[in-house]
């Protein structure tokens, strides 16, 4: 299912008259205030709409809007996974684990472009347990998804490695994003992901920003 992801912000008619004021002792380098401000808070709202998207696509707990009273909820690719899955048992993440993973996947999918995730400490863990094996991760020189990734080099493939804080500690997982793809609800008449003003009340101008999302994570055996 796709999950409401909303956001809202509001410009005052004081904030939208002091565009490109400056504070104080005017100095060289010196930020204005935005032209724009409207341009300017939806910006930074689209950054932290990426982050909760980003959140939920990884954590997400399915549930099935049935009534006006309860939410729909996307599923997120840890809790997707139910066909390959390893219990490290509280041992630090090391380079053995992530290859029996990786020959556990070679018998029902393709091993390329796998990425793995995981909390920087965990990551910090797989480097010092590869260097402990006269073994290095080859520095980040090519991007997935635009994201540029660290190389570990195993005997059942070659995986990337990304820190990433959204995960719960203690918890990696190894992804094919090559099957993964954001899905869309557009709404008609406005669109999949969109800005909406809001009713007005007062001296000020509220705005909202709106769309419905979820995963598409293809075959749940294709990652660990």
């Known amino acids: 299912v796709c999950q409401i992801c909303q956001d809202t912000l509001g410009i005052s008619y004081g904030k939208m008259s002091s565009m490109g004021q400056l504070s104080g002792v005017n100095i060289a380098g010196q930020s204005a205030n935005p032209q724009n401000e409207l341009d300017f808070q939806v910006g930074v709202r689209m950054k ?37 899955v390893a219990d490290a048992e509280g041992q630090p ?12 996947l070679a018998g029902n999918a393709p091993v390329s472009n796998l990425v793995l995730m995981a909390k920087g400490i965990n990551i910090l863990q797989l480097n010092a347990d590869a260097l402990a094996n006269h073994m290095t991760v080859i520095p980040s020189s090519r991007t997935v998804n635009g994201i540029a990734i660290d190389t570990l080099v195993t005997p059942f493939g070659s995986i990337g490695l990304m820190a990433n804080d959204f995960l719960a500690d203690g918890v990696a997982v190894i992804v094919n994003p090559t099957v993964c793809a954001p899905v869309y609800m557009p709404v008609p008449g406005k669109g999949s992901f969109f800005l909406e003003q809001l009713a007005k009340t007062g001296a000020a101008e509220t705005w909202q920003l709106y769309g419905q999302i979820g995963l598409d994570f293809g075959a749940e055996y294709y990652h660990a």
Do not use: H, P
Request: glycine share 8%.
């Open 48 to 84: 932290k709409v990426a982050k909760d998207v980003e959140a939920t696509l990884l954590n997400g707990v399915y549930q099935d809007g049935l009534y006006d009273d309860v939410a729909y909820k996307t599923k997120g690719i840890v809790n997707a996974i139910t066909s390959i």
């Open 93 to 104: 993440l090391g380079y053995w684990m992530v290859a029996t993973l990786l020959r556990e």
